[in-house]
């Protein structure tokens, strides 16, 4: 989230679209029913079905899984077209002045570069014309047609509402009464935030989908502002602090990265990372790169890491491939070259794609670790629990251990929510019977491991003899201490660069805040973007006065935000160039002709001139990206792509399958199926009664809603001879399901051109383990491909079959 | 807003509840009615109505009030099986007191489809058929802030509070055969808190306090839907009852069917009027007359005695003698 | 054989001097007992469901629940025994043309005049009524009843026919009560009566007096009375 949960009740209207934040986060969902009954603010919400979040909303509008690149382009174009457009924020605070390279273009569905053979493209062209004073060209006036916006103009004129129903199957009179709606909130005074989740990015090209929309809002003038933002629901209560963290095979947390092994030292390392301003006097933040880094270094390998040893920058592991995310290790898994796999937290069994293929993979382990507070149908993927895992027990020769952990509720710690509040809790109870932390299991490992170098020795000892653990009870490292090992530490006076005399936090004390970071060696840090979560004022995250000054929804002294207790991201855009409140009655910022002053800590320096520093200070332009340049694998702009598997060809190429530059494995390209063999369109949901696969294991979940269904339309139901309730099969090329057959009027057929498309849902939570009723989850089914930019599995838009089944099953 | 424990009742659910212990205060003086107790003697004070508001446009149905109250109340709801609906339970149960109901709605006026959830439970009626039906003394009281609790030691399971309930709600168990129902959470209430359901709502949907307070709140609410195009949203605060403790906010208060079959002028039935009413009294005296009768007839005039006489004729009879026949009777 | 128009083939005389008749088997007044005693457990237990003040009749069977629980059982118990005396009894409660004439005179009858009133059969008008009045309240009383069965029957009915059934059921209550009385205060008044159900006979005297074409038809058929 730019913005916050509560912050979600300043805004005049919220579009809900890529999420269902009614049945999927109802809690935070109260903002908007805030917004709507205090503010009178409108709800949209856009989806191939009528949702909860849809029972609610003012309007609403279907469209085909898939597709919202469509129409997010097509409502671009349609507020270019009618110059529904906040200029002043466009001009100031967007890049759509910046002239691009004349070799960029696009035709066929596809950018400049493409290479079929690679599936990938050469960026080289999607890039600013850079002038001999090394700054970006910029053309104010936004006339010159090779200028961000005029290319933006042209890019989006294709998405006309026509081409909008035709691809997204919405009636053009929705689709038009839609952009009406939001069109009123490119007013200076009128706000529109954006909910998204897992809708946007369970796709090949979900990253883009949600670019798509952050262009929108930037063209209304709505990021940065209060009620505006885009905000990414997150999935878990600490999705948010696993990301942050950098829990993925590429990150090092604050979104720092794993070096690739094309940076072999730490000068080629830094090399690309200099982040110089491409326009005058940009803060580019990212140019403290190096503070971060070394201060994380420091916090890893304390002493070991020196000036003299490049910080120990060898004892990073390089990467040889862009990532070793989930899909690519079950592939590797699959092909025998995985032996062992640590399995923490999560039900990869069930919550990643093509189910077969994963008990395929897991059973040529020879040793899977589970650690999990819930007996996981991961940990079990070698019972055969009749149709609902029908293995063959004896030829599994995987061994499995499982590693009871504790639940959220029985230890302390913190949990990042959406809106990056660092929220700590106190544990409610102990774990129950072997149950232990999970930083206990991970120390024990540890040690155990530490222990064996140390009296074997091996390859390569020194980053795991060298790392820092000096905790209390080397044992079990406590919250509090891991918390502040985030935050960072003075390891020698930490003195102010203007005043040397000065000592801003002496040696041994906690910093600050990210900004004591020193890439000298003086400072250790674990993860920037947290520092000041424990400084020396004491935990912040365990804040809780709910005070809020003239009810803006920041409360400030509520927890902890990243970064810098800040509540919203970019909050430099809320005012205008002369530092003026855009929406006087929204102020969130404000410049008093000295510094800046209001509700929320500021982006920029505090003295930072309204004219001079832009709001975007991550970015080297200073401003915020239509055309993000060769940020994205993709693109620079959205472009229309079709699912992997789709009912319909793409519009602008009909040889184009999905995202052109997504990874595709062999073996699976070979599983996806085409409209002719499976000529249903799915997608795929969770529950508001249930939490993932989490609460099949509770008796009151699984009786709110206790056996797995499909939903399906009147219309399908009649022309298949399904009855409500009764039994159906539904089979797609990887796998089927049987379910019951939820008939619903919430699930219409859509007309896309000259095809009627079914779509039907399937609900998430069903497995063979726990309380509920035995199932299947939608895995079954889907395809084993991820998002081009960061894989997250096509979860959403897929194709099968139904037909009705009799029998009980099996339970 | 925070509970002041000198209050008779907690105004919000939503606020913290005091967190020190506090003498319960719903307690046998502040009962205004009890089933089957014709003498029940006078209240010792009034307590403040309060009432529960349900805003159905507010409603997301995400059944956290149904799992608030199951695990308040520690009810274990049955896991049943789908039946291609998203009632779960499919019907309120002697272990799930509340239960959101789903129904699908092509708005004829707008052409928009429409998903209309309703929370269904315990109305809390000013004038409870429960209690008016129930013959167990005691088993139904009535609070004087309006809340209708069922006693459940005093309750028979006898059923008659479904006969007297015009909305569907009470549930008998066939373990413990004793009736069951929502309790407006009279235990959380007694001590400052609001109802489970309330306090579990994410979207206050669900609010609680005074029946003044929150009647004034579902004004401002149907304010708000009527500027969203609701032209016929109002309350739903049934005066065929007397009024209920327990009131909706409804989008189409022209139609409340609309909403899973919600009585469109829900009443007391005339038959269990008339059973608990006119049958009870001129029965009861019917038959008292008919004892009473008895007896003075009994008193008042001589038994029908046999005379020797009579036994004299049997003799003659059985002996083949046929006795004389009295004047007046006719051999037929 | 002769004909039985007025009487059962188990009624017989019993003695000669004094005349006593049999009335009842043993097993009819076992039947009856049954059937009476069920009557008055369902009439308590009933009424201390029907109205408040008569609750505390629950503490005769073990509190409001057993009350509950009892109450429909003795109800199934009365039905299946009322309907072996209804088998047995049906034939002779049929209406004849002397009951008429007998109602007309029920003046006389409840002052104990029966010197005008026609010769009768084995039962009177009287009887005859409150044996069809009880044929057809136990009826309508164990269907409604049963409709009404909390424990076994819970979705039989709708509720609105429930409340019907409710009420239904309290209105004959009340009118098998009525008949009840009737049938007890009878039985006590009409002095005599009672040993027929107790010790199965009842002198000649009173059959003579109240049911003498029944006596005359048992006398005859032991050869003791003249023929008709």
Not at chain 1, 780 to 791: I, K, M, R, Y
């Amino acid at each position: 989230m730019t913005n916050s949960w509560t912050d979600i009740k300043n805004t005049d209207l919220v579009v809900v679209m890529g999420g269902n934040a009614a049945e999927a986060h109802p809690c935070g969902f109260k903002w908007v029913t805030e917004a709507k009954a205090n503010r009178g603010a409108r709800l949209i919400v856009v989806d191939p079905r009528f949702t909860r979040t849809a029972s609610v909303a003012d309007y609403y509008a279907p469209i085909r899984p898939g597709s919202d690149i469509a129409f997010l382009m097509g409502l671009i174009n349609w507020m270019i077209q009618n110059d529904k457009v906040q200029w002043d924020y466009v001009k100031a605070f967007t890049n759509a002045a910046f002239i691009v390279k004349d070799e960029f273009g696009w035709s066929d569905g596809l950018f400049t570069g493409y290479d079929p053979e690679k599936r990938d493209y050469d960026k080289s062209s999607w890039d600013y014309v850079i002038g001999e004073d090394g700054f970006a060209q910029v053309d104010m006036t936004l006339e010159h047609p090779r200028c961000v916006w005029n290319l933006l103009r042209e890019h989006v004129s294709r998405y006309t509402p026509e081409l909008v129903e035709q691809v997204c199957g919405t009636p053009s009179d929705r689709f038009l009464k839609i952009a009406e709606m939001i069109g009123e909130c490119s007013a200076p005074d009128k706000t529109m935030t954006s909910m998204y989740a897992l809708g946007w990015t369970q796709h090949a090209k979900g990253s883009q989908n949600i670019r798509g929309m952050a262009m929108l809002q930037l063209i209304l003038g709505n990021i940065g502002v209060r009620g505006g933002g885009m905000n990414a629901l997150r999935g878990h209560s600490n999705i948010q602090g696993l990301t942050d963290i950098g829990l993925m095979s590429n990150l090092i947390p604050g979104y720092l990265n794993i070096p690739t092994e094309k940076e072999p030292d730490w000068q080629t390392y830094m090399s690309s990372r200099s982040f110089t301003p491409l326009r005058p006097g940009q803060t580019s933040y990212w140019q403290n790169y190096p503070k971060f880094m070394v201060s994380f270094m420091k916090a890893m390998w304390g002493d070991a890491a020196k000036a003299e040893n490049d910080w120990a920058y060898h004892y990073l592991p390089k990467l040889d491939v862009p990532t070793y995310d989930i899909l690519r290790m079950f592939e590797l898994m699959d092909a025998g070259q995985v032996n062992i796999y640590f399995c923490q937290g999560f039900n990869p069994l069930l919550s990643f794609p093509n189910r077969a293929k994963l008990t395929s993979a897991l059973s040529k382990l020879k040793l899977l670790v589970v650690m999990d507070p819930l007996a996981t149908e991961t940990a079990h993927f070698w019972e055969n629990h009749g149709e609902h895992n029908d293995v063959d027990t004896a030829s599994i020769q995987t061994e499995v251990l499982e590693l009871p952990s504790s639940c959220f509720a029985e230890d302390d710690g913190a949990l990042v929510n959406s809106g990056r509040w660092l929220q700590w809790h106190w544990s409610a109870a102990t774990p129950p019977g072997q149950a232990r932390h999970d930083t206990w299991i991970m120390a024990q490992i540890f040690l155990r491991v530490k222990k064996l170098y140390q009296d074997e020795g091996g390859v390569f000892p020194d980053p795991i003899l060298n790392l820092t653990w000096d905790y209390a009870d080397p044992d079990e490292p406590t919250p509090e201490e891991l918390a502040k090992e985030l935050n960072g530490r003075a390891l020698e006076d930490v003195r102010d660069p203007a005043d040397p005399a000065k000592v801003l936090t002496a040696k041994g004390k906690q910093l600050l805040n990210f900004s004591q970071y020193r890439d000298d060696g003086t400072t250790m840090g674990a993860c920037w973007i947290y520092s000041g979560c424990w400084n020396e004022d004491g935990n912040n995250m365990a804040r809780r006065d709910n005070a809020d000054p003239d009810e803006t929804g920041a409360y400030p002294n509520w927890t902890f935000s990243w970064p810098l207790n800040r509540r919203i991201l970019y909050n430099r855009a809320s005012a205008d160039l002369q530092g003026q409140p855009w929406d006087p009655s929204r102020k969130l910022l404000e410049w008093d002709g000295e510094k800046w002053t209001g509700y929320d800590v500021p982006d920029i320096a505090p003295t930072a001139k309204p004219g001079d520093v832009g709001p975007f200070i991550m970015n080297q332009e200073g401003v915020s990206r239509l055309f993000s340049r060769g940020m994205m694998r993709d693109g620079p702009f959205p472009t229309h792509m079709e699912p992997f598997e789709s009912p319909l060809a793409n519009v602008f190429n009909p040889q184009m399958r999905g995202n052109p530059v997504a990874r595709v494995f062999v073996g699976d390209a070979e599983q996806f199926a085409t409209s002719e063999e499976f000529p249903i369109a799915a997608t795929s949901y969770r529950l508001t009664e249930h939490f993932h696969y989490w609460t099949k294991h509770n008796r009151i979940n699984a009786a709110l809603q206790p056996e797995f269904f499909v939903e399906i339309s009147e219309e399908l139901a009649a022309e298949k001879g399904i009855r409500r309730g009764g039994w159906v099969r539904v089979w797609s090329k990887r796998g089927e399901v049987k379910a019951k057959a939820l008939v619903t009027g919430r699930l219409k057929p859509m007309q896309c051109g000259d095809k009627l498309v079914h779509v039907i849902g399937i609900p998430l939570h069903w497995g063979f383990m726990g309380a509920a009723r035995k199932g299947f989850g939608p895995n079954s089914l889907t395809p084993f491909v991820g998002d081009a930019n960061v894989e997250t599995p096509e979860f959403k838009a897929f194709l099968v079959n139904i037909e009705p089944a009799t029998g009980e099953a099996v339970s | 807003m925070t509970t002041d424990p000198n209050l008779d009742s907690p105004r919000t659910a939503v606020s913290n509840p005091p967190v020190q212990p506090m003498q319960a205060n719903l307690g046998p003086g502040d009962v205004v009615r009890a089933s089957a107790t014709p003498d029940l003697p006078p209240p010792t004070r009034e307590l403040t109505p309060v009432a529960k508001l349900i805003d159905v446009s507010k409603c997301i149905g995400c059944k956290a009030c149904q799992s608030a109250c199951a695990e308040w109340n520690d009810t274990y709801p049955e896991i049943e099986q789908n039946v291609g609906l998203y009632e779960n339970p499919h019907d309120l149960t002697p272990d799930m007191f509340t239960l959101m109901r789903f129904s699908e709605y092509e708005n004829p006026q707008t052409g928009d489809f429409e998903w209309l959830i309703r929370k269904d439970g315990c109305m809390h009626c000013a004038d409870p058929g429960c209690l008016k039906a129930c013959p167990a003394p005691g088993a139904i009281v009535q609070y004087s802030n309006g809340i209708v609790d069922f006693i459940h030691e005093n309750c028979i399971g006898c059923g008659y509070c479904v006969t007297g309930c015009p909305f569907n709600i009470p549930r008998i168990s066939q373990k413990t055969h004793v009736s069951y129902k929502c309790t407006l959470c009279s235990d959380r209430v007694a001590v400052g808190q609001g109802p489970a359901c309330a306090k579990a709502c994410p979207t206050q949907a669900i609010v609680f306090g005074t029946k003044e307070d929150m009647l004034a709140h579902a004004e401002a609410r149907v304010d708000d839907l009527k500027s969203r195009g609701y032209d016929n949203a109002g309350i739903y605060d049934p005066q065929g009852v007397g009024g209920t403790h327990v009131f909706y906010v409804l989008h189409h208060a022209d139609q409340p069917s609309l909403y899973s079959d919600l009585p469109e002028e829900p009443r007391i039935s005339p038959v269990v009027e008339g059973w608990k009413g006119v049958t009870k009294t001129l029965g009861l005296a019917a038959i008292g007359a008919a004892a009473i009768g008895s007896v003075l007839h009994g008193l008042m005039t001589r038994a029908n005695k046999v005379s020797t006489e009579d036994e004299t004729h049997a003799e003659q009879l059985v002996e083949g003698r046929e006795p004389p026949v009295p004047p007046g009777r006719e051999v037929l | 054989m002769a004909k039985r128009m007025f009487s059962e083939a188990g009624d017989h005389i019993e003695s000669r001097r004094p005349v006593t008749v049999s009335r009842y088997r043993g097993i009819t007044r076992l039947n009856h007992w049954v059937t009476a005693a069920s009557l008055i457990a369902l009439l308590l237990s009933g009424l201390a469901l029907f109205h408040p003040s008569l609750y505390f009749l629950t503490g005769l069977f073990g509190g409001g629940q057993m009350t509950r629980w009892l109450h429909p059982f003795v109800g199934v118990l009365l039905f299946f025994s009322f309907l072996l005396l209804f088998l047995q009894m049906w034939r002779l409660n049929l209406p004849r043309p002397e009951d008429r004439t007998w109602v007309s005179h029920i003046g006389e009858v409840v002052r104990g005049e029966e010197e005008k009133l026609p010769e009768l059969g084995k039962y009177n008008a009287g009887q005859k009524f409150v044996f069809w009045a009880m044929s057809v309240l136990i009826v309508v009383l164990i269907v409604s009843g049963v409709m009404i069965w909390q424990e076994y029957f819970p979705h039989l009915v709708s509720i609105a026919v429930r409340r019907w059934a409710v009420l239904v059921h309290a209105v004959a209550a009340v009118a098998i009560i009525l008949t009840f009385i009737l049938h007890v205060y009878a039985a006590i008044w009409t002095r005599g009566t009672i040993r027929a159900m107790t010790r199965g006979t009842v002198t000649g005297g009173w059959a003579w007096r109240h049911h003498r074409k029944w006596l005359r038809e048992v006398a005859g058929r032991e050869g003791g009375g003249p023929a008709e």
